[in-house]
């Protein structure tokens, strides 16, 4: 079993940064199922969106457009750790951030995506 533990959420100001982490633990050496681990958001009567996604074993990353040059996604593959740095943040990203983990970016940029595992989610509040 794969356990996906988010932190990092809060509450900041139209403008801010946050960094999120998300820390793999249990079942993740030789796991092809968790190739790519990266976020998605929901927010209030909104459908669960993809953010961001990188690999472990290829430098590829992906990001949604609405992201695109404020969101970094990275990883730290000796803490099985991977963070994503939030900056210029906006109202409209507050929603509650998921760590997800699948077995090729394309299933975590495919509507629905195709997810192993899901964490259970951190909250992000951007006031105006």
């Known amino acids: 079993q794969v356990q996906l533990v988010e932190s990092g959420g809060g509450l900041v100001q139209a403008g801010g940064s946050l960094r999120l982490s998300c820390a793999a633990s249990?079942?993740?050496?030789?796991?092809?199922?968790?190739?790519?681990m990266g976020w998605f958001r929901q927010a209030p009567g909104k459908e669960r969106e993809f953010v961001a996604a990188?690999?472990?074993?290829?430098?590829?990353?992906a990001y949604a457009d609405s992201v695109k040059g404020r969101f970094t996604i990275s990883k730290d593959i000796a803490r099985n750790t991977v963070y994503l740095q939030m900056n210029s943040l906006k109202p409209e990203d507050t929603a509650v951030y998921y760590c997800?983990?699948?077995?090729?970016?394309?299933?975590?940029?495919?509507?629905?995506?195709?997810?192993?595992?899901w964490g259970q989610g951190t909250q992000v509040t951007v006031s105006s």
């Open positions: 997800a983990a699948a077995e090729f970016v394309g299933f975590m940029t495919s509507i629905p995506p195709r997810t192993n595992y």
């Open positions: 249990g079942r993740t050496i030789n796991n092809n199922a968790m190739d790519v």
């Open positions: 990188v690999s472990w074993s290829v430098p590829r990353t």
